[in-house]
T-cell receptor
Framework: NAGVTQTPKFQVLKTGQSMTLQCAQD?????MYWYRQDPGMGLRLIYY???????DKGEVPNGYNVSRLNKREFSLRLESAAPSQTSVYFC???????????FGQGTRLTVV | DQQVKQNSPSLSVQEGRISILNCDYT??????FLWYKKYPAEGPTFLIS?????DKNEDGRFTVFLNKSAKHLSLHIVPSQPGDSAVYFC???????????FGKGTLLTVNP
């Protein structure tokens, strides 16, 4: 009964380093999302994938890339990390349109 | 331009009383609304939703009201319990668009 699984849970990067956040869901959902949560800013959509093979920009896509590897997996890549990308990142998935999204536990990323 | 607004960053109520959390939206294309609850160090969890064809949806202690003409929805929790203390996010979907848009959240504290 895993739902949405994110790895890693914590990460510290130096400015300029790259890394990939992994996300997998086992609910056979079509849509997947990456959000970031910052104090006082709520949850802001970075990228989403409405279905396997498609990806679209959200509200704050700059500095990020995504890959919808297959129906289960949706990864988020930071090519050159910046301190402004220090945040908590959440992956989510949803099934049919107009249904709730299920979230992972989050990845706390610090860029120094 | 924030499309989903939660204008109260925080709310404090006494145990047993009613909690009312408010949310306003600006995008007329939104036709499905959700409330999520988030505890510290956890991912958001779905609470309750409402379609734009309804004006009320109830699930146990939680009721969501939708006023389409005012572009306003509210979440009522009655009676409030200390375990309800969390950040509550309002979210919206619409226009056959899979982009789930969140407000900034309201921190609810229920005092024993």
């Amino acid at each position: 009964n895993a739902g949405v699984t994110q790895t890693p849970k914590f990460q510290v990067l130096k400015t300029g380093q790259s890394m990939t956040l992994q996300c997998a869901q086992d609910m056979n959902h079509n849509s997947m999302y990456w959000y970031r949560q910052d104090p006082g800013m709520g949850l802001r959509l970075i990228y989403y994938s409405a279905s396997e093979g498609t990806t679209d920009k959200g509200e704050v896509p700059n500095g990020y890339n995504v890959s919808r590897l297959n129906k289960r997996e949706f990864s988020l890549r930071l090519e050159s990390a910046a301190p402004s990308q220090t945040s908590v990142y959440f992956c989510a998935s949803s099934g049919q349109i107009n249904t709730e999204a299920f979230f992972g536990q989050g990845t706390r990323l610090t860029v120094v | 331009d924030q499309q989903v607004k939660q204008n109260s960053p925080s709310l404090s109520v006494q145990e047993g009383r009613i909690s009312i959390l408010n949310c306003d939206y600006t995008n007329s294309m939104f036709d499905y609304f959700l409330w999520y609850k988030k505890y510290p160090a956890e991912g958001p969890t779905f609470l309750i939703s409402i379609s734009s064809i309804k004006d009320k949806n109830e699930d146990g202690r939680f009721t969501v009201f939708l006023n389409k003409s005012a572009k306003h929805l509210s979440l009522h929790i009655v009676p409030s319990q200390p375990g309800d203390s969390a950040v509550y996010f309002c979210a919206a979907l619409g226009g056959s668009n899979y982009k789930l848009t969140f407000g900034k959240g309201t921190l609810l504290t229920v005092n024993p």
